[in-house]
């Protein structure tokens, strides 16, 4: 019997050595090595602001803003996802505790025999109540730390969708400015369909009077009508817009469609500098690669959970309780039972599942690596984007306001010429159509410009989301201290 339980010892021991396997952690693996600098910076650059949107100083643009962090739904979502992620860590870290339950049961049953009386015994039938209460304890040994390893991965997931909340508000913040300063263009737009509208009005009636004193042919009339006519169905077409970016600022601010949301403003010139910073920083400002890097640490922590999975599990267990045929006297029962049952499994033959489970992890955990490296890259994508973007539209704007100084001055004279009968009246109509195109232009790429930068910080991301999380939601993650999350 003993050599037969040292044969058992042996074999376990030997199948536990076996299902040992080496885990390369995903983490300790070389990681991109991030350039000193951006290819496109004018000098030594500054820390990169926080609230952004702030330096426009257009209060509208903040009250929208923070209406947004408040109630919009794609920020809600991502909220409770976040609060699903907190209550999965909690269930994962309570399986390393110790797990107690009180059972009780009552049972009351009939039986036919001999049965003894009070004075003689006999056959018949008589009644048994029985009842029972005991407390059970069960705590499994973490020995190769499967259990740590699961929380760890369920810590890291946490982590992650904290980082997907930020992501998300830095995301809607850019969107609702962008929007802002649409609608902003739009409004130009109209304004400038407005004055042009009136200039060819008055071209018009200017161009009549001299038909009707037969110095030019009627096809000035028809000309000038046609270029009115041009003037007053682009109109329509940008107030359409307008009406349609309200509705997305409306929604993106948690409201119903409406033409209230947007504002009035049709300032275009103001825009704040939006500091870059180095390179290093943008690994630790933008929450969607800190997302990244905690999904790669929980797919690292489940490798370790796959493996530890292929070694003995060693439970422990305890019960404690009383029996009795009355109710109020089961706790003074002379009946009292008790069991305590260490149970070790190991597993022999399980056709490769095991095996097949670390495979997996690991393949998972090289993709999450690979995903981490294509979002970094992506992240400097965007940055060297957008301050490529800057820099040309910057250059645009320049030469647009030469074009449009030129294009002024060129109307005037044409229109000087025309109306002294040098010329005809198709300069003026080239001219009057160029001068609107270019100023049209003009607010265009103004608009493009704020967009670019817009555009800028998000790419940048922030640390100012860390804050407002709070503020506006007022939660605390279970177990994630400051420590801890610096990490």
Not at 17 to 23: A, D
Not at 95 to 101: E, F, M, P
Not at 225 to 243: D, G, I, M, W, Y
């Amino acid at each position: 019997m003993k050599k037969a339980l040292v044969y058992i010892g042996l074999l376990v021991l030997g199948l536990s050595v076996s299902g040992c396997v080496h885990h390369t952690s995903m983490i300790d693996k070389p990681m991109l090595s991030v350039p000193d600098a951006y290819s496109t910076h004018d000098t030594t650059p500054s820390p990169p602001i926080g609230r952004w949107w702030e330096q426009f100083e257009d209060e509208e643009l903040n009250l929208l803003i923070e209406s947004a962090f408040q109630h919009n739904f794609d920020i809600a979502q991502a909220y409770e996802r976040l609060l699903q992620s907190d209550a999965v860590f909690r269930k994962t870290k309570a399986a390393r505790g110790l797990s107690l339950t009180i059972e009780g049961s009552g049972n009351r049953s009939r039986q036919s025999g001999f049965f003894r009386g009070s004075s003689e015994g006999g056959f018949g039938a008589t009644t048994f109540n029985s009842y029972t209460l005991s407390g059970a304890a069960r705590y499994e040994l973490d020995l190769w730390g499967k259990l740590k390893s699961n929380a760890e991965a369920s810590r890291s997931d946490l982590r992650a969708s904290e980082h997907d909340l930020k992501a998300v508000m830095v995301s809607i913040s850019a969107q609702l400015a962008d929007l802002y300063y649409l609608a902003a263009e739009q409004r130009a737009q109209i304004e400038l369909s407005d004055q042009s509208i009136a200039s060819f009005k008055d071209t018009l009636e200017r161009v009549e009077q001299r038909y009707r004193g037969g110095l030019v042919p009627a096809i000035d009339v028809y000309q000038a009508r046609q270029n009115l006519s041009a003037a007053k169905a682009q109109k329509p077409v940008f107030e359409s817009a307008l009406a349609v970016t309200r509705n997305s600022l409306a929604v993106l601010a948690g409201k119903f469609p409406n033409q209230e949301t947007g504002g009035s403003t049709t300032e275009l010139d103001r825009v704040p500098r939006l500091n870059e910073g180095i390179p290093s920083q943008l690994l630790t400002r933008r929450p969607d690669i800190a997302a990244s890097l905690e999904r790669l640490r929980a797919s690292d922590e489940r490798v370790g959970a796959a493996i530890a999975d292929r070694f003995p599990s060693f439970n422990l267990s305890g019960n404690y309780g009383g029996t009795s045929d009355e109710l109020n006297n089961i706790l003074d029962s002379p009946n009292i039972f008790w069991n305590i049952l260490l149970q070790i499994t190991q597993p022999v033959i399980d056709w490769g599942r095991r095996k097949a489970e670390v495979s997996r992890t690991e393949a998972v955990s090289r993709e999450h690596l690979a995903a981490y490296h294509k979002t970094v890259l992506n992240a400097f994508k965007e940055v060297e984007d957008a301050l490529a973007k800057i820099s040309a539209s910057d250059d645009r704007i320049q030469f647009l306001r030469e074009q449009v100084d030129s294009s002024d001055s060129a109307l005037a004279l044409s229109l000087d010429n025309y109306l002294q009968g040098l010329t005809d009246y198709l300069p003026v109509l080239t001219e009057q159509l160029r001068n609107v195109t270019a100023k049209s232009n003009l607010l265009t790429s103004r608009r493009q410009f704020i967009s670019d930068r817009i555009q800028l910080a998000r790419a940048l991301g922030g640390s100012w989301a860390d804050d407002l999380i709070r503020e506006n939601n007022e939660y605390t993650i279970s177990e994630l201290t400051t420590e801890e999350k610096e990490r």
